[in-house]
């Protein structure tokens, strides 16, 4: 259970709202944009970045700290660990560098394997990769699912982004995947970089209850997720900051786990 909804396999569905876009910012000016040619030009981005993933390669460094608590909110267990990123080819890899302080042990080194498992099996990767192409997955498939509603413009780092609010569409489209059934019950708000249409925040949170497995293994009934994502070098973003709170069930037990993950240092790769 607690992989099952652990930080990054929750990224992997925040990474699949990813949105961005190709077109210049006098383009976008010279006239509005309804929230549909904003998506539409959102996915074309998408879609154009995979293509030129293996331009430009980085590393850089994560900083992940996941916390659980027991059903009364005492702390459990805490960890801290540091990666070292390197984004190459349109993949993302991760090197486990330390856990508290020190440097991981086999069973760390095990856990991690383990959990890009899982990643792959609720996102539905078909490359044996834990990250399909890169930070953001857009899909028309994942846009397809929702409502979108553009509300307003706001100033972030310096950039104009439209404010967008989304959620699912009802009645839900046919689940194919262990991701859409979680999709189907997400609600929220992404901010989109008006020049270069890539999210630049997000804040995701669960409608509604689901079972994980069908309940057997347990069940997720609360998730609070934000996001933060900076450009990097030339048309290049990555997500920079994220905090999450997920409370649920395992097996017969409650429990609540909290997430915050921050990366710096980032440097192209020769």
């Known amino acids: 259970m607690k992989r099952l909804f652990s930080r990054r396999t929750l990224l992997g569905f925040l990474i699949l709202l990813g949105v961005s876009g190709i077109v210049s910012a006098k ?42 608590l027991d059903g009364s909110g005492r702390l459990k267990e805490r960890k801290e660990k540091i990666y070292q990123v390197f984004f190459q080819g349109g993949l993302t890899h ?20 383990e959990h890009e498992a899982n990643t792959r099996q609720i996102i539905g990767s078909k490359s044996g990769k834990a990250s399909e192409s890169r930070d953001n997955f857009l899909t028309p498939e994942i846009v397809e699912r929702f409502n979108f509603k553009l509300l307003d413009e706001k100033i972030i780092n310096d950039r104009r982004t439209y404010q967008i609010t989304f959620e699912p569409k009802r009645p839900a489209l046919p689940v194919h995947r262990i991701m859409d059934r979680l999709v189907d019950r997400m609600t929220g708000t992404v901010w989109i970089d008006a ?10 949170h669960l409608g509604s209850e689901i079972d994980l497995l069908g309940g057997v293994v347990g069940s997720l009934k609360k998730l609070a997720y934000t996001m933060t994502r900076t450009r990097v070098g030339e048309g290049q973003w990555f997500n920079t900051f994220s905090s999450g709170d997920f409370e649920g069930r395992k097996l017969l037990d409650s429990m609540r786990i909290k997430t915050r993950s921050q990366s710096s240092n980032f440097r192209p790769l020769s």
Do not use: C, M, W
């Not at 090197?95 to 991690?112: C, E, F, M, S, W």
């Not at 020049?195 to 995701?204: D, P, V």
């Open 94 to 113: 991760l090197k486990l560098l330390t856990v508290n302080g020190h440097a991981p042990a086999p069973a760390d080194i095990r856990k991690q394997a």
């Open 27 to 68: 383009d976008a000016q010279d006239s509005p944009l309804s929230v549909d040619e904003v998506i539409r030009r959102a996915v074309v981005r998408a879609r154009s970045a995979e293509a030129r993933t293996g331009q430009t390669s980085y590393t850089y460094t994560k900083l992940t700290v996941t916390e659980e």
């Open 195 to 204: 020049e270069e249409f890539e999210i630049a925040q997000a804040q995701i």
